[in-house]
């Protein structure tokens, strides 16, 4: 596609209700990441895969978050037993390989992220 | 670990007028400096990547300045226009990025 993408947009849940939050990356993006966004402030960083890899998930908050994209193309973020305060829009962000030795990165392209409200 | 601080956290400009954003952080064993818009209820549309060999980027209206050594960066926006109105975010780091809080720039017609 065009760009990332995200589904649902929105998703209402009960206290203590498990949801799973969907991203499809920009084709041949190899690195996805999760980032966490609360009302008026900037995101902050869940988790990174390369890949199929995950090879950072020092940012989620807890063991109820769950990241996996088994095929190193769609990804999934899971909350289990979700709690008020995991209400926040989640962000996902891809980006294209780097030339090798390269210092750099490349840009990172947001998707519209996912609106949960948990009551 | 990285932080990141974005002033003002608000600003309102008149239209036409040229106007600075700043960003700041602690770490400047940064590889990226990313500078991104987000409209209300959407995500992040990137403006402007400027890496660590580089000084300055330049997109359109649009001009990015990055100083390692000082821990700064500045995004400078020339002759506004009302459709620049939306949140200005920078995000620097490495393979992720941390992000400030925003500057909420309103531009009057």
């Known amino acids: 596609g065009a760009g990332v993408s995200q589904s649902p947009r929105y998703k209402v849940a009960k206290r203590g209700q498990d949801v799973a939050l969907r991203c499809d990356p920009i084709?041949?993006?190899?690195?996805l990441f999760w980032y966490q966004q609360a009302l008026g402030q900037g995101p902050e960083f869940l988790t990174y895969f390369q890949n199929e890899a995950q090879l950072d998930k020092s940012g989620l908050p807890s063991d109820r978050f769950f990241a996996e994209r088994p095929e190193g193309s769609v990804s999934t973020l899971k909350i289990q037993r979700t709690q008020q305060e995991d209400s926040a829009v989640y962000l996902c962000?891809?980006?294209?390989?780097?030339?090798?030795?390269?210092?750099?990165?490349?840009?990172?392209?947001f998707g519209p992220g996912t609106r949960l409200t948990v009551l | 670990k990285q932080e990141v601080t974005q002033i003002p956290a608000a600003l309102s400009v008149p239209e036409g007028e040229n106007l600075v954003l700043n960003c700041s952080f602690t770490d400047s064993a940064i590889y990226n400096l990313q500078w991104f818009r987000q409209d209300p209820g959407k995500g992040l549309t990137s403006l402007l990547l400027?890496?660590?060999?580089?000084r300055e980027q330049t997109s359109g209206r649009l001009n990015a300045s990055l100083d390692k050594s000082s821990g700064r960066s500045t995004l400078y926006i020339a002759a506004s226009q009302p459709g620049d109105s939306a949140t200005y975010l920078c995000?620097?780091?490495?393979?992720?990025?941390?992000f400030g809080k925003g500057t909420k720039l309103s531009v009057i017609p």
């Open positions: 084709s041949g993006h190899v690195s």
């Open positions: 962000a891809t980006r294209e390989p780097g030339l090798a030795g390269s210092s750099s990165y490349n840009e990172q392209f």
């Open positions: 995000g620097a780091g490495s393979y992720q990025l941390t």
């Open positions: 400027i890496q660590s060999s580089q």
